[in-house]
């Protein structure tokens, strides 16, 4: 009878054949992949802990009390804006999951990269700065009162919550936990120490207002029913301060792999010949125009 009850909690809240068939997706082609590349035991672990973590988040009833408790709903995106992302991307499977696409795949998006819409969608998707406010504007936007009621009251607008919150994490922890001088990474290995710093600040205080507010900032929760008897004041505080403190810590574990990372490149020289290398070829681009 427990073991009943247990598996009733990975029953999904809201049936979504989009993230099903998008979770699929991702694992053939990393499964695939692993027979080209090889894999480390550290990055299959990273990867599949990853996955996971964001579907226990986002497709079992887990999803019933992130609409009817706040601090769930703070935990429930600690989970799809910082932790899940963040496990995934640094197991890099970008490369792994590329391999495991059909050969004539490969070639139409090796192809399209080449194009100027490829390479455009790349420069969006890479952007040093962008990229970053994104993430940041992602988690705040949601949090605007008036923006959480209906995001919470109409399924379209919740899904779109929650897929963007997933997606902006994929293309940040993507920028931070690259392993190469500049270029040819997108950041250079100091903005990537820097730049967790910069992201987690607004957050910080944004969870410090939410927690320290006395007035119920989203009565939401208390006209649908909250799930679990507490108080809207007590509610409130506790999701503030997840998103203050647990989701800050995942930004420094962050910024401490990009610090490792600045300080492998600065031993082995690679970052005065990213330097060089630069340098010329802005030269020679100065020459041929």
């Given amino acids: 009878m427990a073991c009943m009850d ?13 993230l099903v068939a998008s979770f699929i997706v991702a694992i053939v082609l990393f499964v695939r992949g692993q027979r080209v590349h090889h894999v480390t035991l550290a990055r299959q672990v ?32 600690l989970v799809l804006h910082h932790l899940g992302p963040l496990l995934v991307m640094a197991a890099f499977p970008g490369q792994v999951m590329r391999a495991g696409l059909p050969m004539a795949w490969r070639l139409r998006l090796r192809d399209f990269l080449r194009t100027g819409p490829g390479r455009a969608a790349v420069a969006v998707l890479t952007n040093k700065i962008f990229v970053p406010a994104l993430f940041v504007f ?18 379209r607008l919740y899904r779109l919550m929650n897929w963007s919150v997933v997606i902006s994490g994929f293309m940040y922890w993507n920028l931070i936990l690259d392993r190469r001088p500049s270029p040819p990474a997108a950041m250079s290995p100091g903005g990537r120490v820097i730049s967790p710093i910069i992201t987690m600040a607004p957050q910080m205080v944004a969870g410090a207002v939410i927690a320290f507010s006395e007035s119920d900032l989203y009565p939401l929760f208390e006209l649908c029913g909250r799930a679990v008897a507490m108080s809207a004041q007590t509610d409130q505080t506790i999701g503030g301060l997840t998103m203050w403190i647990p989701a800050a810590l995942v ?13 492998r490149l600065s031993a082995k020289g690679r970052l005065r010949k990213a330097d060089r290398d630069a340098r010329a070829r802005a030269k020679a681009r100065a020459v041929s125009a």
């Fill in 251 to 263: 930004e420094v574990v962050g910024l401490m792999v990009a610090l490792g990372t600045l300080m």
């Fill in 138 to 155: 992602l988690v705040l936007v949601w949090l605007l009162p008036s923006v959480q009621f209906y995001s919470m009251l109409d399924w």
């Fill in 46 to 77: 990273y990867f599949w802990s990853g996955m996971v973590l964001l579907y226990l988040s986002m497709h079992t009833r887990l999803d019933y009390y992130a609409e009817r408790m706040f601090f769930i709903h703070r935990a429930q995106h």
């Fill in 6 to 18: 247990s598996l009733e909690w990975l029953v999904p809240w809201e049936f979504s054949p989009t």
